[in-house]
Every structure is written in C-alpha cells, then in structure tokens.
Nanobody
Framework: QVQLVEAGGGSVQAGGSLRLSCVASGYTNSRYCMAWFRQTPGKEREGVAAIDSQGATGYADSVKGRFTLSKDNAKNTLRLQMNSLKPEDTGMYYC????????????????????WGQGTQVTVSS
C-alpha cells in the first residue's frame, strides 16, 4: 500500500510562488504515474500536472509555462513549483498516484488514479 503526504501549501499574493511536495511511502515504485490535482468548493477535482513512468510531464493549459513538475526518485518525492500564481489557482491541491501500474503518457484524468493524499491548501489573493 502506498501513502502520500503533501506539504508546502500556504497563502501568497498574486504573482508569487509556492512549491508543493508530495512524499510517497509504503510499497512505492519510482515508475508509478503521479500527478497533482486541485479542487475548489463546488467544482470537480481537476488535473494540474502529471508525470509518466519515463519522467515525461504534462500540464493543464491553465498552468502551462507557470508550473513545473519534478520527481526525485531517490527521495520518493513529487514536487510542483508554482510561479506567477493567480487568484484562480486557489484551491486544495492533492497528490495522486496510480499505484501498481506504469503509464506511457502523463495522465490528468481523475478516474485514472487510485491513491490520494489528504491535500494541502493554496490561497492566492489579488
């Protein structure tokens, strides 16, 4: 079983930066697909950034050029560097993993992940 723990959320002004971290523990495998999702009240959880088993990354159009996803396999850590933050980036950010499987392309669909962290709140004020 895999456990995911997120950290790094907080409150910033528009234009600022934050870095989120997700540490995986338990039966981990560096080739598992992983991703960050975010959710605001009343809205469906949406994919923000994902990494596939070969390390290729994919991003939602809304964050391309501003967010950067990276993975430290030695530390079982997934990081999301968020720059030029906007108020619409506000939300609860969740780390996700497709434990037990590899994937050939980055995946941003909610239904494709079977393991979730508890989330970390990001608030961007204007």
């Amino acid at each position: 079983q895999v456990q995911l723990v997120e950290a790094g959320g907080g409150s910033v002004q528009a234009g600022g930066s934050l870095r989120l971290s997700c540490v995986a523990s338990g039966y981990t495998n560096s080739r598992y697909c992983m991703a960050w999702f975010r959710q605001t009240p009343g809205k469906e959880r949406e994919g923000v950034a994902a990494i596939d088993s070969q390390g290729a990354t994919g991003y939602a159009d809304s964050v391309k050029g501003r967010f950067t996803l990276s993975k430290d396999n030695a530390k079982n850590t997934l990081r999301l560097q968020m720059n030029s933050l906007k108020p619409e980036d506000t939300g609860m950010y969740y780390c996700a993993a497709l434990a037990g499987y590899t994937c050939a392309t980055p995946r941003l669909k909610l239904s494709e992940y079977n393991t979730w962290g508890q989330g970390t709140q990001v608030t961007v004020s204007s």
